[in-house]
């Protein structure tokens, strides 16, 4: 009689997730850094659906509550928008205006959003002096 190792889904989804279960910070935190890096770098579409809750359990290999609080961040950062019955879609890029009263400038307003600003210079012309 031989003894086979049995595991279940979510430990086999765990071990090839990529999460850092030892010491990467909060699963949530993690999972939404990793949704977040999707959604910039493959420049989704407003309206593009995202996994189901359940796909992202079995995704990541962790609970139903984990995959919300990920969501949830996303949701503060006004990256997606949450559905009931229509799931999590990705939200239309906010138009960032500086607002006088508030303290932070536009760099931390950016960062609030989930955004990060860049220049780029277009041109460089010698000129003369203004005097």
Do not use: C, K, Y
Request: net charge positive; glycine share 10%; aromatic share 2%.
């Amino acid at each position: 009689m031989s003894v086979e190792s049995t595991e279940s889904a979510a430990e086999q989804a765990g071990r090839s997730s990529p999460l850092n279960r030892e010491g990467g910070g909060p699963l949530h935190a993690q999972i939404r850094d990793i949704l977040h890096r999707q959604i910039v770098d493959m420049g989704l579409s407003p309206g593009s659906s995202l996994p189901t809750e359940e796909e992202l359990q079995r995704q990541f290999g962790v609970s139903r509550s984990v995959v919300r609080q990920a969501l949830s961040g996303l949701a503060d950062l006004g990256l997606i928008r949450r559905q009931r019955g229509r799931g999590s879609v990705v939200a239309a890029t906010p138009v960032l205006r500086r607002h006088v009263q508030r303290a932070g400038g536009l760099d931390e307003q950016a960062a609030a959003h989930g955004q990060r600003l860049r220049t780029h210079v277009l041109t460089v012309e010698p000129a003369e002096p203004p005097w």
